[in-house]
């Protein structure tokens, strides 16, 4: 007589709870972090400080968005028991079987609205949709959507599933991020475009150090500085609120003249010019068309040489400028609009640029965005819902409060010093003596072997500390 009981593990809403809670905390954030400022001390000495830099504050960035979403993960625990979105592996499927099909759905359904990171085996059940009910093939139940992938049966697709029509969602930093291209990014004040190009720069960044970006900012608000803090190679700006068209053009040409020079000195760039209307406006008052030309020239030769434009602006007429229709159509079109700022598509409709949209689908998709946000893809010539982008300035706009995640430099730099320190303390107390073992027993890092190996050889020599060189055998 068989033992075995498919239904045996069985635990309280308390013990479920307490095992989602511990399994958010199991992340080793503070050594991503780590390790992500170890590697970029060697990519400094091997490159330049500037390429560190970048690295390092690209992982900074990551695990403290990391940090937000466990904290966020573990309110849904606390405040809603909400936990299906959290299990992995074999916890999400004995629990499953504990709670049944319904409360699975509605908890992902739940997590999936709010814009909650979901564990590998949530996703697998998204992706692989739900079937009413369940129905046996030789013994197996055909639904278990969790299973390895040779037991998993023929499903539909994602955007089939019952839980959450998530098509429309469109990852648009991965658009025009994975191949620079040159693009325009319109969208009125507080709809998300400096939120947006902030994440896009870093990806760019993290995908490849190489690409050297000069950003023209004539806003110049320091709520705004951490969009491109550790980002952008160079950084132009200047407060152009109430200044005479003619000294904004007279700064514009000085930024620019040192742009082509150091344009000539990079093999790879990107050029993002900020305010655009605000230039345009200039521009047209004086006469000036040299920043549209110096576009225009980017957009139409510059490909080939990976030398690239993005321009930000908040109106499509970009004629102001010195770029026509012809000219501005040879860059792919990228447009936002909040759920507040509906009213707008009726003046962009008559730019030939963008695809028409009614107002009751744009509603449709501002309300599937997590962020009540729209986004047009040139691409595509297509209209999407806009996904929750991590916001590194220090402002909220939506809610018109600081932003809590932000990180002030000295805070950053203070994190810098004491992550490092954080890894000189752990590598002081492992009784691990091979520095592979230590990587990838209490890192994690097998996947990133010798990279971490020489960053923390390298660390550990800066630091000019005898006891872990002895240690380790480093001399």
Not at 90 to 106: C, H, P, S, T, W
Not at 236 to 262: G, M, S
Not at 351 to 370: F, H, R, V, W, Y
Request: hydrophobic letters at 40%; aromatic letters at 6%; charged letters at 25%.
């Amino acid at each position: 007589m068989s033992r075995f009981d498919i239904n045996k593990i069985q635990r309280s809403p308390e013990e479920w709870s307490s095992l989602a809670f511990r399994q958010t905390t199991e992340n080793n954030i503070q050594w991503k972090i780590a390790l992500g400022i170890i590697v970029a001390a060697v990519a400094a000495s091997a490159t330049s400080p500037v390429t560190g830099i970048a690295i390092a504050l690209w992982s900074i960035f990551s695990a403290w968005q990391q940090s937000k979403d466990v904290q966020r993960n573990q309110e849904a625990i606390r405040d809603k028991g909400a936990i299906a979105h959290v299990l992995d592996g074999d916890n999400f499927y004995d629990y499953r079987l504990q709670v049944g099909e319904e409360i699975i759905k509605a908890e992902l359904n739940f997590a999936v609205e709010r814009g909650l990171p979901l564990s590998d085996a949530a996703m697998d059940y998204i992706e692989g949709g739900i079937k009413q009910g369940s129905r046996e093939q030789g013994g197996l139940d055909s639904n278990l959507t969790s299973a390895p992938p040779h037991l998993r049966p023929e499903s539909p697709t994602i955007t089939q599933s019952s839980i959450h029509e998530v098509n429309n969602i469109f990852d648009i930093v991965r658009a025009i991020a994975s191949l620079v291209l040159n693009c325009i990014i319109l969208g009125v004040g507080g709809s998300g475009k400096g939120i947006l190009v902030s994440n896009a720069l870093r990806r760019i960044k993290a995908d490849n150090p190489n690409r050297k970006i000069f950003y023209i900012d004539p806003k110049n608000e320091p709520g705004e500085y951490g969009y491109l803090d550790g980002v952008a190679d160079v950084v132009k700006r200047k407060t152009c609120k109430n200044k005479c068209p003619e000294e904004i053009c007279d700064w514009l040409d000085e930024v620019l003249d040192e742009y082509i020079q150091w344009e000539n000195e990079n093999e790879e760039t990107l050029l993002v010019v900020d305010e655009g209307m605000v230039i345009g406006d200039a521009c047209k008052k004086t006469k000036n068309t040299r920043i549209g030309t110096l576009i225009l020239h980017i957009a139409s030769l510059g490909g080939a040489a990976k030398h690239n434009a993005w321009l930000i602006t908040q109106t499509p007429y970009v004629g102001a400028m010195g770029l026509s229709l012809t000219s501005s159509s040879q860059m792919k079109w990228l447009a936002l609009i909040g759920a507040n700022d509906m009213g707008v598509i009726k003046q962009w409709s008559k730019s030939a640029n963008l695809e028409n949209i009614s107002l009751d689908k744009l509603g449709m998709l501002t309300k599937e965005s997590p962020v009540n946000r729209a986004v047009y893809w040139g691409g595509h010539s297509k209209w999407y819902a806009l996904p929750q982008l991590p916001n590194y300035s220090a402002i909220d706009r939506d809610n018109n409060k600081p932003n809590g995640d932000a990180l002030s430099t000295e805070q950053r730099q203070s994190l810098r010093e004491r992550t490092i320190q954080s890894m000189i303390d752990r590598l002081e107390r492992t009784k691990h003596l091979n520095l592979d073992d230590f990587i990838i027993q209490e890192l994690g890092g097998s996947d990133r072997l010798e990279e971490a190996r020489e960053a923390i050889i390298e660390t550990i020599k800066n630091a000019n500390h005898s006891g872990l060189i002895y240690k380790f055998k480093l001399g």
